[in-house]
């Protein structure tokens, strides 16, 4: 694997709470219609909404096209964005399928915010209002070499390394230790995860100030672990810990999250999440509170995870009810703030 630096400093920002003690659990709900053949129409649109614990759901932005065929999108709840003058992680950001600019709700004034460019390219992570990001470079042969960025604004993200994987990658995950207040670029810490078509995946712990990889052995988990995937991954209770969530690639996908020690090469299954669904890593299927320090996984069934005691404390099914005019509703995503 060879790696390009590209050295960027990032100035540290000062991060006064805003957050809520009791977490509050956002979504984006998607319809989708088909008329099948012989006219192949699509019907598509989307909405905000806000989960309560019982899983019923209230609107905060209301059905965005799906009256002319072929002619809406669906949207990606892919994060909350920093507010710069409010210092608070408060701007939930939708991404529409197809549009450069994103539409966002500032869930302090319970209100519709200003749209925003999206500038980030691939797959984003966000976590307590900072960005990073993966995205293959437009070469051939495709999905060989990526390149990573970061920022505290999505709409001016920073190029930081390059990183050649010399194979085909099929899909990739994320986790950061970054966060307004927190980790500077000197301290920060990138994870992620590349799993090619063919071969071992693989995971990788790199140091922001100069790109230094560290590939971490996927055998490293557990003899348990062999035949899973890589579901969610993310930054512990210490820098230096990795959650990795694995799954069997199967309908009853039976996950185990795991602690992985990257310093001392150690690891231990700490929960069995069986009901757990966690999505494609573009589905958005992951926050974190951090007030109370728990991670949210899944997006139909939101499991939500205390990282101090590694223990399940709830599981909310999102229910969006049936379109009344055919086709179906699927999660697009969800924050929780």
């Not at 309560?52 to 209230?58: A, E, P, W, Y």
């Not at 994103?102 to 209002?129: C, D, H």
């Not at 348990?224 to 990795?242: H, K, M, P, Y």
Request: charged fraction near 15%; proline fraction near 5%; charge should be positive.
């Amino acid at each position: 694997m060879k790696i390009v630096l590209v050295l960027l400093i990032t100035p540290p920002y000062h991060h006064t709470a805003h957050a809520n003690e009791h977490p509050r659990l956002f979504a984006v709900q998607n319809w989708i219609k088909t008329s099948g053949p012989p006219l192949d129409l699509t019907w598509k649109s989307w909405r905000l909404v806000e989960v309560n614990s019982l899983g019923s759901v209230t609107q905060l932005l209301g059905w965005h096209g799906g009256w002319l065929p072929n002619n809406g999108n669906n949207g990606r709840l892919i994060g909350a964005q920093y507010d710069r003058m409010a210092q608070s992680r408060q701007l939930l950001v939708v991404r529409i399928d197809g549009e450069r600019m994103g539409k966002t709700f500032n869930v302090a004034k319970g209100a519709a915010g200003s749209a925003v460019p999206i500038a980030m390219p691939g797959l984003t992570e966000e976590t307590q209002g900072f960005w990073t990001s993966i995205a293959a470079d437009n070469v051939q042969p495709a999905n060989t070499i990526f390149s990573l960025y970061d920022g505290l604004d999505i709409g001016s993200p920073q190029h930081f390394a390059t990183i050649n994987a010399s194979r085909v990658i099929g899909s990739s995950h994320l986790a950061h230790n970054r966060r307004p207040g927190g980790a500077t670029a000197a301290t920060s810490l990138v994870y992620f995860s590349l799993r090619p078509f063919t071969g071992t995946q693989r995971l990788y712990k790199m140091r922001r100030d100069n790109a230094h990889v560290e590939e971490l052995p996927w055998s490293l988990l557990s003899k348990d672990a062999i035949n899973r995937t890589v579901g969610a991954l993310f930054v512990g209770s210490t820098d230096d810990e990795l959650l990795v969530l694995g799954c069997h690639e199967a309908m009853q996908q039976q996950c185990v999250l795991y602690s992985l020690d990257t310093v001392q090469k150690t690891s231990q299954a700490v929960l069995n999440l069986p009901s757990l669904d966690p999505g494609p890593a573009s589905g958005y299927c992951k926050s974190y509170h951090e007030l109370s320090n728990t991670l949210y996984l899944g997006c139909s069934k939101v499991h939500a995870i205390d990282l101090t005691n590694k223990k399940l404390k709830s599981i909310t099914t999102i229910s969006f009810g049936m379109p009344l005019n055919g086709g179906t509703y699927l999660c697009g995503g969800v924050v929780v703030i």
